[in-house]
C-alpha cells in the first residue's frame, strides 16, 4: 500500500465474521470491532515460520519449495505410492497440519500454476486434478493466474473475469494488450508452456540433511550423525567464507514429532570441534523415540568469517575478542546468557541506573558518564542511612556519623541536586520533591564520602540523610 | 525581611518549540505572584511569543523586557539581547529577519557577525555554555566587550550541579578580567517546577526518543523554574551585585512594544490631498453611484457621522488602503484575462455605509440595521478590521498585486500558530513515553475531535480514555493523558496565515521578524493575527472563497447563454419572494452556508422573509447559539409563542431595558458574537480591555488558558447587578462556544448576502447554478452526484460527459424544451484526467477525430489517457459502449504517442475480433463503474438494483418515511449511499448521517 496507514496483514476467524478482513485500515478495523486484539505482524518471522514448515514437508517429499508469502510446494513425482495415491497423500498432509493447528488447502495438478491457482480458488479444500484436465480452470478468477494486479483489473473491467472468459478470447488480441506475461502464466497453468513444468527449486540455504532409511535411535548415532551433518556444513560455510552465530538441530521422529536443539555462538563459527563439542551436552536430553528418520543441521544468522590473524597483532581488539571467544561460548551454553555479562554505561542521571549489563563481547561504546559530576569509586548497591546534622536549606552536613562513627566535615562540594526519574513511578505518587542534594565531603581523616539527602527544606516529606558511596 | 528585587531575564517560553514548557501567560503571573519586579521572554532566535507576553504582564500590571536569545551557528557564545529603545528594536527585529531569511522556514541562521551591524542600542548578556572551555569562551567574552563597551553582561544561573559553587566564582573571576559584569539569571524552561515532566517530554519529542532512551538529554532535575526574589538572593548570596544588575539592565531597556504605533501606508492618497479628504470624495462619488435616485436621507446622515467617526480615530487611510485593494480586483482592465475578480468584505467596519459606497461590500446599509453603530460606539482602541473575500481561484493575483503595489518589505502575511490538538498531543506524548502505537491509536481516534472545547479546561475526561478501551486508572494511560492536557493548546510550529496581510508605511522587518514560508517566494512575519491585533497594525484579510468563484462564473453563463446584463452581486434584484418562498421549503442544496442538514431543517421553522432573516439563519444554526440553548426561543418568540421580554438588572444596578438596545434586533435573544461582548460590558460590567480579553481567550482556544478566569468574573458580574444565574450561565456558554467558530453579525450579513445570491440564481438559474457549482469543484457540502441530481429534479436536464460534446468545464447546450438549458456535464469530472490531457483532446476533436484511434493519434495522448476517458463511458456518441472503447483504447500501444503510420491497419492485420466478443455489460455494473470514474450516474440510482432484495428485509425507501402511515416511534429500517456523516463538537456523542436511494434522503441520527 502506498499510504502509511497501518493495515491488517492476517484476521482469525472470528475477527473474519466481524466483517475484518486483511488489507483493512486498523483505523476502520477498529471502528468495527473496537474489542479486536491486535498483534504485530512479523513477516520475517512468518517467512521462517514457512521455512520450518516446508522442512517439515520433507517427509512427504523430497523436493519441497516455499512459495513466500503463505504457500509450500511439493514435487510429488514418485511419492505419492508411498502413501496409497495423490488423494491419500493430500489427505494426510492436511490432517497432520490440522493437528498442529495449521489451516491448509491443497490441491495436486499436472502443472505449479494450475496446482496454484486450484488451491487458492478451488471450490473445495482439496482438489485433485486429473491428468490434462484444464477444465477445472476455467471458472476461477483471472487473479488465480498469479498475474499482476493492475492486469487483472484491467481484465475485469473489461468483463473478463475467468479463466474461461480468457480462452474465449483470441490469443493475439490478448497479448497485444496484456503482454507475454499474461500469455504465459495462462500457457502454464493449461499445462501448455514448456517451461511450465520444470519444477522450481529451492533457493541454496545454510542447511544439511540426513535421510535414514531405518530410523536411528541411539545416542551415539545421533551424536556420529550430528557430527557428518556438521562436517559437510562446515565445508560449505569454509567454501562461502562464512560463519554462523545460530546453529540449530531438527530430530523428526517417525511419529512426526520434531526435536530441535541449538547451540549459540558469540562470534560467527564453523569449527567442526567446537561445533560438535558445543552440541554435545545438548544431545544426551534428544529422546528418540521409536526412532529418527530425518536429523537436519541449519546454521543461521550466517556472517562472514575470515581466519583471524592471531599474535601478529595483539592490539587488535577483534582478535583478542575471537581469543576470549570459545571461552565465553562454553560458559554461556554452560551457565546461560543471562549469567555472563559485562557493565558499561547507561545513559541515567539517577547514580545506581547509570550501569547496565551487557553481553560479554558486546564492542565498548562511546558514551561516557559527564566529567563533570563527580562519582565515587565504589557506590553501595543500597544506599546506607546515616545520621546527619547540616544547615538548612541546602548546605553540606558539618557531621554525620555512620556504623558508629562519627565523621566531621572538613571540606564539602554540593548539592548536585537529583530528581526521580519520574516515568519510573506512579503517576500519583510524582511529587516534585521527590529529589536527592548529593554532597561530596571529606572528614578530618581525609576520607571522602558521597552523601545525599532526601526531602527538600519547607516540604512534607521528612529530611534523611543517605550514604551512598566512597570515594578513593 | 529586606525587600529584595530581582528581574527574570532569560526565560524560554514555548514559543521556543518543543524547549519551553510553559505559556508566556503562566510565566508572567507567576512572575508576579513570586514579586519579581520585571520580566523578559527570551525565545530562541524568535519574538514570535513577545507579543502575548507583553499583554499579559500588562494586564497584571508587571514590567515587560522584550528579548530574545541569539544562538549562532558559529559557535559564539549564546547572547540574550534587550534593545534599549525603538530604533534598536528595529535592528533586532531586522537581524532575526536576515537570519530567518537565509535558511528554510522554521529556522534561523546567525553568525557573530552579524551582530555587529544591528548591536547598536542593545544591551547583551553572554551566556556560558555549560562545559566552560576557558580560552575559547574567554577570547569570545573579550571579543564582545570589546565590540560593544558598556552593554554587555555575563549570565550566571544556579541550576544545582554538582559544581554550581565552584563555577559560579569560575564566572564571576572571568567577568572580572574581561570587565564584564556578571548578572543572574535563571535560566527558565517553566513557571513551575511540575512542569518538569512535560519539559522531558518535549525533549523527547524534539530529540524523537523515548523518555527510557533519553537518558542525559533530559535534565537532571526540577530546577529550571521562575524563583522568587529571595530565593534568588539566597542562592547568589555571595554575589548581591549579580542580583542587583538585574534591575539595571531592566531599567537601561525602556523600550516597550506599545511605541509601535500604527503606520498606515499612504499609497492610495493622491499627492497634495488629505487622507481624510480623498475619503470623503471617494465615499460621496460612491453614494451617487450605489445610490443613482440620489442617496436617502438616512444614509447621508449616517455617512457623515462615520466620516467623522474615522477623521477622529485618523484611520482614513484603512479604509483608503482596503478600498484600493478592491478597486483593483473590480477593475477587468488590470487583468491578464480581461475578467474581473469577485470580491466582497466583512467584518465590523465592513458593513459601514461609507464601505457600501466605496465598493467594499455589498450590502446595503439600508436593508440591515446599520450594523456600523457598534463599531462607532465602542470606544476600542483596536484598528477597524476588514476581511476581503476574493474568486478562490484568482487571489493570488490579488496577492501579487499587493505584493507589486507596497513591496515585499512593507506588505507580508502574519502568522498561524498550529497549536497542539488533542491529537497530535496524545499521539506525541505517547511516543515520547514508548507506548505502542496501538494505545496511542486508540486514545486519538476516540477523541474525534469533541474532546476539549466543550468540557471545562479542555481536557481529556475519562469517559474518553474508557471508550478507547483502556483503563483511566492505569498508570502509563493516566500519565500520558495528563502530559497530553497539559500540552494541549502549545504552539507546535508556526505557519503562513490563510491571507492576513499586514502593511506598514516603513519597513516591516523593522517592527516584526520576517521568515521564508514552505511555499516558495513567500515570506510571512512571526507574529499571528491576536498579536497584530494586541499591538494595532494595519491587517487586511485577503480570502479566497469557493462561492465568489462559482457566482462570477454563473454571471458569465448566464451572460452567454439567458442574455442577463448582471456583473456583480449588488446587481441582483433584492428582496425577491420566490426565492424566500424556495428557501422557507429548505430547498437549498448548493446555496452559500444554508445547504447543510442543519441549515435545512432550520429554513423551514425560522421561514426567511427579508434579508435580515437570513443575517440571522446564518448565524443561528452555529455553536455558538446552539451551545447557549438560544435556537428554541429565538424560534418561539419569532413564531409568537412567546413574549419577547427582556433579562433585567435589579433596580439598583441600572435601568431594566439596558439590554433592550443590545438584544432588539434579536427579539431579546443573543445570537451574535457581538453581542456577546456587549453584554459582558454593560451586564457583567466588564472594563474594555477586559473584554477585549474575554475575546482573545475565545479566539486562541484554550491557547493561554484563560478561559475559568473569565468565566467566573462574567457569571458573577452579572450575578452581582442582578440577573438570573441562568441567563447568565446560558450567555457564558455561548460566549465559550463562539470560541474559535465566532461569528459576529457583520460576517453574517455579507455572508447572508452570498445566501441570497446563490438562493436567486438557484431559484431563477437552476442550469446555470449546476453549471457553476460543478465548475467550482471541490467546495460545499455536496457531492457532484447530489448537485446533478437537485438540478434533475429542478427540471434541469444533464447529459453525460462525451468526446465529442464535453469541454473541460461543465457546459450549457440547448434543451428540447422549456427556457432552462441542458447541462453537458464537462471532462473535469473524469476521474484521473488532467486539464492538460482534455485541452488536447478537444483539440484533436477539432480536426475530426472521435474514436480512440483517432484520438490517440492526433492529440498524441497516452493509452492510459485514452483508458480512463473509455472507462468514464464518453465515447456513446461514437456508438461505443464503455466496454467497447476499452477494449479499443486497451490496444493501443503503452508508448505515449503513436507511430504515425497507420494504427488502423495494424488494427485489422492482427485479426482483432469482434467488438461484441466481450461479455455483454449489466447496466448495474455501468453505474457502479460510472460512480468510480465520474462519481455519479445519470443511468440510474445503485439502490435501485437492490430494492428487492431490500424490500425483502423490509427495508423503506427515504420517500416512503414521508407518507402519513409512518407515524412517530415506529421502527423502521432505511438503506443508502452515506452523503456525509458529522460529528459536531456541540451535540455530545451523537452523530448525524444522510442515506440516499432512489426515491430520496433520510436523515439519520445516531446517540
Known amino acids: ?472 | 525581611m529586606n525587600a529584595c528585587t530581582y528581574a527574570e531575564l532569560n526565560v524560554t517560553s514555548n514559543f521556543s518549540f518543543l524547549l519551553g514548557a510553559s505559556h508566556a501567560r503562566e510565566l508572567v503571573e507567576t512572575a508576579k505572584a513570586l514579586g519579581l519586579s520585571a520580566i523578559s521572554v527570551t525565545d530562541r532566535n524568535t519574538l514570535s511569543g513577545i507579543v502575548r507576553a507583553h499583554a499579559a504582564a500588562k494586564e497584571n500590571n508587571l514590567r515587560f523586557l522584550v528579548g530574545a536569545r541569539l544562538d549562532f551557528i558559529c559557535g559564539a557564545p549564546s547572547l540574550l539581547c534587550f534593545p534599549k529603545d525603538r530604533a534598536a528594536y528595529g535592528r533586532l527585529t531586522k537581524l532575526l529577519s536576515i537570519g530567518q531569511l537565509r535558511t528554510k522556514k522554521g529556522e534561523c541562521e546567525l553568525r557573530y557577525a552579524d551582530i555587529l551591524e544591528h548591536g547598536e542600542g542593545q544591551v547583551f548578556v553572554v551566556l556560558p555554555p555549560a562545559q566552560l572551555d576557558f580560552q575559547d569562551f574567554n577570547a569570545w567574552l573579550a571579543r564582545i566587550a570589546a565590540d560593544f563597551p558598556g552593554s554587555v553582561y555575563l549570565s550566571a544561573s544556579r541550576l544545582y550541579g554538582a559544581r554550581d559553587l565552584k563555577r559560579l566564582h569560575q564566572l564571576s573571576a572571568l567577568a572580572r578580567e574581561a570587565g564584564v559584569p556578571m548578572v543572574a539569571t535563571g535560566d527558565v524552561l517553566y513557571h513551575h517546577p511540575g512542569r518538569r515532566p512535560l519539559q522531558d517530554v518535549l525533549t523527547c519529542i524534539r530529540e524523537k526518543c523515548t523518555i527510557a532512551e533519553a537518558g542525559f538529554k533530559l535534565e537532571a532535575n526540577a530546577e529550571r523554574h521562575l524563583k522568587s526574589p529571595r530565593e534568588m538572593a539566597r542562592l547568589f548570596a555571595a554575589h548581591p551585585d549579580a542580583i542587583a544588575r538585574t534591575m539595571e539592565i531592566a531599567e537601561r531597556c525602556a523600550f516597550s512594544l506599545d511605541e509601535l504605533r500604527y503606520e498606515y501606508p499612504n499609497e492610495p492618497v493622491p499627492p497634495g490631498k488629505t487622507p481624510q479628504k480623498h475619503l470623503e470624495d471617494l465615499t460621496w462619488a460612491g453614494a451617487a453611484w450605489r445610490y443613482p435616485k440620489g442617496a436617502p436621507d438616512k444614509v447621508r446622515t449616517q455617512l457623515r457621522k462615520e466620516l467623522d467617526f474615522i477623521a477622529e480615530r485618523d484611520i482614513p487611510q484603512y479604509f483608503l488602503t482596503v478600498h484600493d485593494i478592491v478597486r483593483w480586483a473590480r477593475d477587468p482592465s488590470t487583468k491578464e484575462n480581461g475578467k474581473a475578480i469577485l470580491c466582497q468584505g466583512r467584518g465590523s467596519a465592513a458593513n459601514s455605509a461609507v464601505c457600501y459606497c466605496l465598493g467594499v461590500t455589498a450590502v446595503d446599509p439600508t436593508e440591515t440595521k446599520l450594523l456600523f453603530e457598534r463599531f462607532l460606539s465602542k470606544e476600542r482602541s483596536e484598528p477597524p478590521d476588514i476581511d476581503v473575500d476574493f474568486e478562490h481561484e484568482r487571489r493570488e493575483e490579488v496577492i501579487q498585486y499587493i505584493y507589486a503595489r507596497y513591496g515585499r518589505h512593507r506588505a507580508a502575511i502574519c502568522a498561524t500558530v498550529i497549536h497542539y490538538r488533542q491529537r497530535s498531543a496524545i499521539r506525541d506524548v505517547c511516543k515520547a513515553m514508548g507506548l505502542t502505537e496501538d494505545v496511542s491509536a486508540a486514545l486519538a481516534n476516540t477523541v474525534w475531535g469533541s474532546w476539549g472545547g466543550q468540557s471545562a479546561g479542555g481536557a481529556m475526561p475519562d469517559t474518553h480514555v474508557r471508550q478507547a478501551g483502556l483503563d483511566p486508572a492505569n498508570a502509563e494511560v493516566r500519565r500520558a493523558v495528563d502530559l497530553a492536557n497539559q500540552l494541549l493548546g502549545f504552539p507546535r510550529h508556526l505557519s503562513q496565515h490563510v491571507g492576513g496581510f499586514v502593511l506598514t508605511q516603513n519597513r516591516l522587518d523593522e517592527t516584526v521578524p520576517i521568515g521564508n514560508a514552505a511555499m516558495e517566494d513567500r515570506t510571512f512575519l512571526e507574529w499571528d493575527k491576536d498579536d497584530i491585533d494586541t499591538l494595532g497594525l494595519m491587517k487586511v484579510d485577503v480570502l479566497a472563497l469557493g462561492m465568489l468563484t462559482c457566482i462570477s462564473r454563473a454571471f458569465a453563463l448566464m451572460r452567454a447563454h439567458h442574455e442577463t446584463p448582471h456583473e456583480d452581486i449588488a446587481e441582483i434584484p433584492a428582496e425577491d419572494k420566490a426565492v424566500y418562498d424556495m428557501l422557507s421549503k429548505g430547498d437549498s442544496v448548493g446555496v452559500f452556508q444554508v445547504e447543510s442538514r442543519a441549515q435545512m431543517s432550520m429554513l423551514p421553522r425560522l421561514k426567511p422573509e427579508t434579508f435580515y432573516d437570513l443575517v440571522i439563519e446564518v448565524a443561528i444554526v452555529r455553536p455558538g447559539p446552539i451551545q447557549g440553548g438560544m435556537v428554541h426561543p429565538y424560534l418561539r418568540r419569532r413564531n409568537k409563542e412567546e413574549p419577547v421580554v427582556y433579562p433585567a438588572p435589579s433596580p439598583t444596578h441600572g435601568p431594566a431595558d439596558e439590554l433592550e438596545g443590545i438584544l432588539g434586533r434579536t427579539l431579546g435573544v443573543p445570537l451574535f458574537q457581538e453581542q456577546a461582548m456587549a453584554i459582558a460590558i454593560t451586564a457583567a460590567g466588564f472594563s474594555s480591555e477586559q473584554a477585549n480579553g474575554l475575546r482573545r481567550a475565545m479566539a486562541t482556544f484554550r491557547g493561554d488558558g484563560n478561559m475559568p478566569k473569565y468565566r467566573d468574573l462574567f457569571i458573577q458580574g452579572m450575578a452581582r447587578r442582578g440577573y438570573a444565574p441562568d441567563f447568565a450561565q446560558r450567555c457564558y456558554s455561548q460566549i465559550e462556544g463562539f470560541g474559535s467558530y465566532g461569528f459576529p453579525e457583520s460576517h453574517a450579513a455579507s455572508f447572508a448576502k452570498l445566501v441570497y445570491v446563490s438562493a436567486w440564481l438557484k431559484h431563477h438559474y437552476p442550469d446555470v447554478f449546476c453549471a457553476a457549482l460543478l465548475n467550482s469543484q471541490p467546495m460545499g457540502f455536496y457531492q457532484p452526484a447530489q448537485l446533478v441530481r437537485d438540478a434533475r429534479e429542478h427540471g434541469v436536464e444533464v447529459r453525460a460527459p462525451d468526446v465529442r460534446f464535453s469541454d473541460w468545464d461543465c457546459t450549457l447546450e440547448s434543451a428540447e424544451t422549456g427556457k432552462l438549458k441542458a447541462v453537458r456535464l464537462g471532462l473535469r469530472l473524469v476521474r484521473g484526467l488532467g486539464q492538460s490531457e482534455a485541452q488536447k483532446l478537444i483539440a484533436a476533436r477539432g480536426a475530426g477525430a472521435l474514436t480512440p484511434q483517432d484520438i490517440a493519434r492526433k492529440a498524441g495522448l497516452a493509452r492510459g489517457v485514452l483508458e480512463r476517458i473509455a472507462e468514464a463511458d464518453a465515447f456513446r456518441s461514437e456508438r461505443l459502449d464503455r466496454r467497447t472503447a476499452l477494449w479499443r483504447a486497451s490496444a493501443l500501444k503503452g508508448e505515449r504517442t503513436l507511430e504515425r503510420d497507420a494504427p488502423l491497419l495494424a488494427y485489422i492485420a492482427t485479426g482483432e475480433p469482434q467488438d461484441d466478443a466481450l461479455p455483454p455489460m449489466r447496466l448495474s455494473e455501468h453505474v457502479a463503474e460510472d460512480y468510480r470514474t465520474i462519481s455519479l450516474s445519470l443511468k440510474k440510482h445503485p439502490c435501485s438494483f437492490f430494492r428487492r432484495a431490500l424490500h425483502a428485509r423490509g427495508v423503506f425507501q427515504a420517500a416512503e418515511l414521508e407518507e402519513d402511515r409512518m407515524i412517530n416511534g415506529r421502527r423502521v429500517r432505511v438503506a443508502g449511499l452515506v452523503l456525509n456523516r458529522q460529528r459536531p463538537g456541540t451535540a455530545k456523542n451523537v452523530m448525524f448521517a444522510t442515506l440516499e436511494d432512489e426515491s430520496g434522503i433520510a436523515n439519520l441520527v445516531f446517540w
Open chain 1, 1 to 472: 500500500m502506498a499510504d502509511n496507514a497501518r493495515r491488517l496483514a492476517a484476521v482469525d476467524a472470528i475477527a473474519a465474521a466481524a466483517g475484518l478482513r486483511p488489507g483493512q485500515s486498523m483505523t476502520d478495523a477498529l471502528a468495527l470491532c473496537p474489542q479486536m486484539k491486535i498483534v504485530e505482524a512479523e513477516p520475517e518471522e512468518d517467512q521462517r515460520a514457512l521455512t520450518r514448515l516446508a522442512d517439515w514437508c520433507l517427509r512427504f517429499s523430497p523436493a519441497v519449495a516455499v512459495d513466500a508469502p503463505d504457500g509450500i510446494l511439493l514435487d510429488i513425482d514418485g511419492c505419492a505410492h508411498l502413501w496409497g495415491g495423490e488423494e491419500a497423500l493430500a489427505h494426510a498432509m492436511l490432517q497432520r497440519l490440522a493437528a498442529q493447528d495449521i489451516p491448509a488447502r491443497a490441491a495436486i495438478a499436472d502443472t505449479f500454476g494450475a496446482a496454484w491457482a486450484l488451491a487458492r480458488y478451488g471450490a473445495e479444500d482439496v482438489t485433485i486434478a486429473a491428468h490434462n484436465d484444464t477444465r477445472r480452470l476455467a471458472p476461477l478468477p483471472v487473479a488465480a493466474l498469479r498475474i499482476d494486479e493492475t492486469v487483472a483489473d484491467q481484465l475485469r473491467h473489461l468483463g473478463l473475469k475467468t479463466i474461461a472468459h480468457l480462452t474465449a478470447m483470441p490469443r493475439a488480441a490478448l497479448r497485444k494488450r496484456f503482454g507475454a506475461g499474461l500469455m504465459l502464466q495462462l500457457a502454464r497453468a493449461l499445462g501448455e508452456e514448456e517451461g511450465a513444468l520444470i519444477f522450481r527449486t529451492p533457493p541454496a540455504r545454510w542447511i544439511e540433511r540426513a535421510v535414514f532409511a531405518e530410523p536411528i535411535s541411539t545416542p551415539e548415532a545421533v551424536a556420529r550423525i550430528i557430527t557428518d551433518l556438521a562436517v559437510r556444513l562446515c565445508a560449505k560455510l569454509d567454501e562461502y567464507g562464512l560463519g554462523a552465530l545460530r546453529f540449530d538441530a531438527a530430530f523428526h521422529r517417525c511419529d512426526g514429532e520434531t526435536t530441535r536443539r541449538t547451540v549459540r555462538a558469540a562470534l560467527p563459527l564453523r569449527d567442526i570441534k567446537r561445533l560438535a563439542a558445543l552440541f554435545a551436552p545438548k544431545l544426551e536430553s534428544v529422546d528418540p523415540g521409536f526412532g529418527v528418520e530425518i536429523v537436519t543441521l541449519t546454521a543461521l544468522r550466517v556472517q562472514p568469517l575470515t581466519y583471524a590473524q592471531a599474535d601478529l597483532d595483539q592490539a587488535n581488539p577483534q582478535a583478542a575478542a575471537a581469543d576470549l571467544a570459545p571461552f565465553v561460548d562454553r560458559l554461556v551454553n554452560r551457565f546461560g546468557a543471562e549469567r555472563v555479562w559485562r557493565a558499561t554505561v547507561q545513559e541515567s542521571h539517577v547514580p545506581e541506573r547509570a550501569v547496565t549489563r551487557v553481553a560479554p563481547l558486546t564492542p565498548a561504546t562511546k558514551r561516557l558518564w559527564a566529567s563533570c559530576q563527580p562519582r565515587p569509586v565504589r557506590l553501595f548497591a543500597r544506599p546506607h542511612p546515616i545520621d546527619a546534622l547540616a544547615v538548612a536549606p541546602d548546605d553540606p552536613p558539618f557531621l554525620f556519623r555512620w556504623q558508629g562513627r562519627a565523621h566531621r566535615i572538613r571540606n564539602a562540594e554540593g548539592p548536585e541536586r537529583i530528581a526521580a526519574e519520574w516515568w519510573r513511578k506512579p503517576w500519583s505518587d510524582n511529587e516534585i520533591d521527590r529529589v536527592r542534594d548529593y554532597y561530596q565531603v571529606e572528614d578530618e581523616a581525609g576520607a571522602r564520602f558521597w552523601l545525599f539527602r532526601t526531602g527538600l527544606y519547607g516540604s512534607e516529606r521528612p529530611t534523611r540523610w543517605w550514604l551512598h558511596g566512597l570515594f578513593a
